[in-house]
């Protein structure tokens, strides 16, 4: 029989069991990350936020904009370093300016890359009620890698001194909170990992335990950076701050429209690319925080284009 008419009696019984086996078959179950309802009236972890974590961890894209960012933040600190009136702080001037050389910086998305933790909740549909104690199963992992470029940058600066021969200090100031811990009697056993994963990529110092300042582990140092920054500053010129989140760099944005966060990025527009540098997070961020909590009516406004800062 030629091939043609055997196909074509054959095509009818194929149908037929496909669609007996598809009667039979149950739906796919919903992936947790999928259903809207896995909560209950509570949200879920980074919800929609699927897209976001996959450019950081797959895009040669995000590798590129890290790298070139950290790249030019190290042509600055040069600059910077033979400049003795630069400084990266506004509230920093006069007498303060002649104090030895720093770089202050964050840490996650901003030294240490935490897009496997955010991929690892989003696949399970986390809850936000549930994300304090997976965030600090992930840190006692101490297994974060180095975003693309912050090793390089970091021990080129170690290695860099002002004009009166003193080294560059770098200081993390990161919002990773002292808390207690079952099963363990440090006061801070994050800061313990912190500095143990930053170790474990070659970054660590004599003095990593005075350089890396953790949110809560002195009674003023909450969410807001500024009361540690001015700790910085009384004893170093802060040449460079580093971050990825506007509230690494300006007081009182959190929480604010986005408005009024515009209006404070355009207070220090001539901060940008020069003394501050910003890595790019889509993931999480006190910027998604601005829009609320309904993402889609978010979508669904009027594009709001963020105008030019003014030039004075």
Known sequence: MPAHRVLRAALPLALAACAAACATRPPPAVPAHRDPGRCGSEPVFAAGGDRATLWVRNSPEYRAASETIYRAALEALAAGL???????????????????????????????DNSAPQAEMLLKGLCFDAFPRAWDEWL???????VPGAAAFIRAARLMSDSAGRPVRIFFITNRECAPRA????????????????????????????????????????AEKLPRRAAVAQGYRIVLNVGDDL???????????????????????DYWGRQWFLLPNPMYGSWLVALGSDLDAALAAPLKVLADCPRG
Request: with cysteine.
């Open 82 to 112: 033979a400049d003795p009136a630069w400084t990266a702080e506004p509230t920093q001037s006069g007498a303060s300016l002649a104090l030895p050389p720093a770089v202050v910086m964050d840490v996650d998305q901003t030294v240490l």
């Open 183 to 222: 099963g363990n009697a440090s006061a801070c056993p994050q800061q313990d990992d912190t500095m143990a994963n930053l170790e474990a990529l070659g970054l660590g110092s004599g003095t990593l335990a005075d350089d890396l300042m953790l949110r809560g582990e002195r009674p003023d140092w909450g």
């Open 247 to 269: 509230a690494d760099f300006l007081p009182g944005v959190r929480g604010a429209s986005v408005a009024e966060r515009d209006a404070a990025r355009c207070a220090r527009a």
């Open 140 to 146: 006692a992992r101490r297994a974060a890698p180095a």
